[in-house]
């Protein structure tokens, strides 16, 4: 709980939860660029969701990237507030006052501060409940990609392969593994935040619409600072780019169709373009 004589008293709190190669670094640059919103140097803290956790990760993922940044011999400011927020991030552990504390020490004249963990798309309903309580107007802002397009991202940017039919092969372990099913998995992700926030603490944009000022424009409104001039012509975190065949994606839109109708049913005609061909191929050939 944020108390009234906190530096963070009055302020917007804001928390990212994806999805996955949604757009999520872009949005993060974006807005550790706007003049009156602190965006967490550590873009991705995985704090809520592993608090209890007794595993290595993601401590040892922070470990191993404070050895890679100090090895590179930097003196860049932005690789010292990189370096801080990862130490910082591994003395809080699970401790709520010091992920508190870690923005006190930091937020200056802000607005808004936050930060945004694509895996906070797969949090339970208590730890998102525990969220609220502890920040009662935290806003929370998830993106969407189309789903087929989402995946085959994903795909390539977290598997190894020399050739695309080697890429394409692994498609289908891809549904077999928690890791895609939990950043896939829309509806369980939407139900679940709507099941907690209030209507006017949730902003949902898709990544097919991100790139303008007018859904940048939305974001800053969202969070209650000025608008701010966004830089569309730069990507970040971009995947091996690879085509997907016309078969495959067929086959991918099939399996995750539940996703695309629950999507189309809450936002109609607001849904993307690619969104509504996938829906209508997919009809025209069942």
Same mark, same amino acid.
Not at 43 to 63: D, I, L, Q, V, Y
Not at 120 to 128: A, G, I, P, V
Not at 184 to 191: A, E, G, K
């Given at each position: ?8 008293? +009055?302020?917007? /709190? @804001? ?5 996955? *190669? ?13 003049? &009156?919103? $602190?965006?967490?140097?550590?873009? !991705? ?8 956790? *007794?595993? *290595? ?15 590179? +011999? ?5 690789? @010292? ?10 003395? /809080?552990? +699970? &401790?709520?006052?010091? $992920? %508190?504390? $870690? ?38 802002? $998830?993106? /969407? ?43 369980? %992700? ?41 830089? @569309? ?32 049913? /809450? ?13 209508? !191929?997919?009809?025209?050939? +069942?």
């Amino acid at each position: 709980m944020i108390d009234p004589s906190s530096p963070l008293a +009055g302020k917007t /709190m @804001f928390l990212g939860v994806g999805a996955q *190669k949604s757009g999520t670094t872009w949005l993060s640059r974006y807005l550790a660029d706007h003049p &009156d919103v $602190y965006m967490s140097a550590l873009k !991705e803290m995985h704090f809520w969701g592993n608090r209890t956790s *007794k595993a *290595k990760w993601p401590n040892s993922a922070f470990e191993k990237r404070i050895a890679r940044l100090r090895a590179n +011999g930097s003196t860049s400011l932005s690789t @010292f507030n990189l370096i801080s927020a990862l130490q910082d991030r591994l003395t /809080m552990r +699970g &401790d709520i006052e010091k $992920y %508190t504390a $870690y923005f006190e020490d930091r937020v200056e004249d802000h607005s808004a501060f936050g930060e945004i963990s694509p895996a906070y798309c797969k949090l339970s309903r208590d730890e998102l409940a525990l969220i609220k309580s502890q920040y009662p107007e935290v806003k929370i802002i $998830y993106l /969407m990609r189309n789903p087929a397009d989402r995946l085959w991202s994903q795909i390539r940017f977290s598997e190894e392969a020399e050739t695309l039919e080697e890429m394409e092969q692994k498609i289908d372990a891809s549904f077999d593994k928690q890791v895609y099913q939990d950043r896939l998995d829309y509806v369980n %992700t939407i139900q679940n935040l709507q099941a907690v926030f209030a209507p006017e603490n949730l902003h949902f944009e898709f990544f097919e619409h991100l790139f303008t000022q007018e859904a940048v424009d939305k974001i800053c409104a969202f969070l209650g600072v000025a608008p701010h001039a966004g830089e @569309f012509s730069k990507k970040r975190n971009v995947s091996i780019k690879m085509p997907l065949q016309p078969k495959l994606r067929a086959d991918i839109v099939a399996r995750l169709e539940p996703h695309y109708t629950f999507v189309r049913d /809450m936002f109609d005609r607001e849904i993307p373009l690619s969104w509504q061909r996938d829906l209508t !191929e997919l009809r025209n050939a +069942g």
